[in-house]
Nanobody
């Protein structure tokens, strides 16, 4: 059974940084693309970043390009989201997600994400 557990959220001032982690278990992590989504109260879920199974391809939502970086450590079965220059509009619950299908690129749209973590809250104060 695939499990995804996020950590690293918290309260930070605008302009600051946070690094989120998502630890995966239940299958061979290195065979699967991974991604991050976020959802703020009253808003639709938003794609943040995705990374291919080998880590060679990364994709970002327009609102975070140039500020956020997704990476992975297959030996640790963990995907990261480094968030710099945080803004108040980045406040949301951040979710790690993974597809059922192997060897994907981690794009959105274009990938169906079947497994989700419980999320970690990021709050950016002004």
């Amino acid at each position: 059974q695939v499990q995804l557990v996020e950590s690293g959220g918290g309260l930070v001032q605008a302009g600051g940084s946070l690094r989120l982690s998502c630890a995966a278990s239940g299958r061979t992590f290195g065979n699967y693309a991974m991604c991050w989504f976020r959802q703020a109260p009253g808003k639709e879920r938003e794609f943040v970043a995705g990374i291919s199974w080998r880590g060679r391809n990364t994709y970002y939502g327009d609102s975070v390009k140039g500020r956020f970086t997704i990476s992975r450590n297959n030996a640790k079965s963990t995907v990261y989201l480094q968030m710099n220059s945080l803004r108040t509009e980045d406040t949301a619950r951040y979710y790690c997600a993974a597809p059922h299908a192997a060897y994907g690129l981690g794009r959105w749209p274009g990938t169906e994400y079947d497994y989700w973590g419980q999320g970690t809250q990021v709050t950016v104060s002004s």
